[in-house]
C-alpha cells in the first residue's frame, strides 16, 4: 500500500520567504548525469571561446557546504576540459549584481550562480545577455513565480532534498529515542525553499519513526504545518545564529540540524557550551570530512551532489550540448542522500541500518511519497 506524506499547502505561499557502513551507502540527482565525457572525465571537443564562470552566494567559497561544494564543482570541470575560467566571491548581497557584470565583462560564455538569493541577478543578466549560457544552483530563477525560469537560457540545478532529510529526520528521531530524550531540534539561515525544504523532511522523518515505533519523539525550531521555526536571518557564523541555536537547545533536544552552509559553526559552538551530550547533522555536503573539528559531533549528513551537477553542467556545455532542462536532484539518482555515519555508527540502535535501506528503497519506488511545499517540480 503506498504510504504518502503530504503537505498540501501551495508553493507560491511560501516563495517569498522564500550509511553509510558496511558496503550500504543511501544515495540519491532528476535525470542522472548523462553518460559520456560530462559524467566519465573523457575528453571533450571544446567550443572555441568557452569559458565558464561560477558566482558565489555570501556565504564564500570555505562555508565547508553548498558554495564549496559548488567550487569543488566547476574546479573538476575546469581541469577536465583544460580551460581558464573566473571564480567570483560574494561576500554580501550588494556584490551579487557587480558580480555578474564582472562575469560578462571578462568574456564567460557560460555562468553558474550559487542559490535562491542569486535569482534575480541571475534573472536579469540572462536576459541582458541571451547568447550566455546561465545554470543557478537551488532555484528555478523564477521571481515572479509564475511557474517558468525568468530566461531561456538558464538551466536550475536543483535538489529535492526532503527526500534524504526524511532519513536523516528519521535516524534523529531514533538516537533520541535510544537515549531517552525524544527531543530533536533544527534551526535555518534565511526562510527560503532550499533551507526550508531540509526542515520538512526532517520532520516528517521524525513523524514516520514516531508512527512505525509508536514513538513520540518532539520536533522544536519548524513546524511543517504552520511553514514557521527559528531562523537567524541569514548564513553568517555570528552571535545571532549562536543564540538562535541555543534557543532550541534550551528546549532540551539532543539532536540539532542547523541549515545555512556556516551557521554550523555557530551550533557546534553552542553544543560545545552547553556541555550537553547533543550531536546535529550536516547539510550539503559530509561535514564530518569536510570540517573534522565538528567530526565528533557530527551524527551523519544530509548530503546535495552540488559538485557533481556543476562539472556536468559545465562539461556538457563546453560541447556545446547546453540543455535547459532542469536537474532535479533525488534519491533515485543519487543527486541527494545521507553520508557515513562514520565513528558514530557502532553507536546507532540495533536495526537502523537496515531500517533507512528500507525507507530509501521504498521512497524510490514510489511507495512513500515525501513531498513538501518547498521541494522543486519534478520536471
Given amino acids: 500500500m503506498e504510504d504518502t506524506v503530504t503537505l498540501t499547502f501551495r508553493k507560491a ?26 559524467a566519465s572525465g573523457g575528453e571533450v571537443d571544446v567550443v572555441e571561446g568557452f ?10 567559497w570555505n562555508d565547508k557546504s553548498f558554495n564549496q561544494s559548488a567550487k569543488e564543482g566547476m574546479d573538476a570541470a575546469l581541469d577536465q576540459l583544460g580551460v581558464e575560467g573566473l571564480e567570483l566571491e560574494s561576500t554580501s548581497e550588494n556584490d551579487y549584481a557587480p558580480n555578474m557584470e564582472t562575469a560578462v565583462s571578462e568574456g564567460c560564455t557560460m555562468i553558474v550562480s550559487v542559490g535562491f538569493n542569486l535569482a534575480a541577478a541571475t534573472a536579469e543578466s540572462a536576459l541582458a545577455n541571451p547568447d550566455v549560457n546561465y545554470a543557478i ?5 523564477d521571481t515572479d513565480f509564475d511557474g517558468e525560469t525568468d530566461a531561456p537560457n538558464i538551466k536550475p540545478l536543483v535538489f529535492n532534498t526532503a527526500e534524504a532529510a526524511y532519513l536523516g529526520g528519521y535516524a534523529a ?21 532550499s533551507v526550508a525544504v531540509f526542515m520538512d523532511g526532517y520532520q516528517l522523518g521524525v513523524e514516520k519513526y514516531n508512527e512505525d515505533k509508536g514513538a513520540s519523539v518532539e520536533v522544536f525550531g519548524w513546524d511543517t504545518t504552520a511553514q514557521k521555526g527559528s531562523f537567524t536571518g541569514g548564513f553568517d557564523a555570528n552571535d545571532t545564529a549562536k543564540q538562535t541555536a541555543q534557543g532550541v537547545l534550551d528546549q532540551g533536544v539532543d539532536v540539532l540540524l542547523p541549515v545555512g552552509g556556516p551557521i554550523y559553526q555557530s551550533a557546534a559552538a553552542a553544543i560545545t557550551d552547553s556541555g ?11 561535514l564530518a570530512v569536510a570540517d573534522d573539528s565538528v567530526a565528533d559531533l557530527t551524527l551523519v549528513s544530509i548530503m546535495k551532489a552540488i559538485d557533481v551537477a556543476v562539472t556536468d553542467a559545465v562539461v556538457s556545455a563546453a560541447s556545446g550540448d547546453f540543455d535547459v532542462t532542469p536537474y532535479v536532484g533525488t534519491l533515485e539518482n543519487e543527486g541527494v542522500k545521507l553520508s557515513s555515519f562514520h565513528d558514530f555508527e557502532s553507536q546507532l540502535p540495533d536495526g537502523l541500518l537496515d531500517e533507512l535501506t528500507a525507507l530509501q528503497e521504498q521512497i524510490i519506488s514510489g511507495d512513500i511519497t515525501v513531498e513538501s511545499p518547498n521541494s522543486p517540480a519534478s520536471n
Fill in 13 to 38: 505561499a511560501i516563495g517569498g520567504f522564500a550509511l553509510l557502513g558496511a558496503a550500504v551507502l543511501l544515495a540519491g540527482c532528476a535525470s542522472a548525469p548523462e553518460e559520456g565525457p560530462a
Fill in 51 to 60: 569559458k565558464p564562470c561560477l558566482i558565489s552566494d555570501a556565504g564564500g
Fill in 137 to 141: 544552483i537551488d532555484d528555478y530563477a
Fill in 173 to 193: 528521531a531514533a538516537w533520541s529515542a535510544e537515549s531517552g530524550v525524544n527531543k530533536v531540534g533544527t534551526f535555518g539561515g534565511m526562510q527560503i525553499p
Fill in 276 to 286: 550537553n551530550d547533543v550531536v546535529m547533522l550536516g547539510v550539503d555536503s559530509d
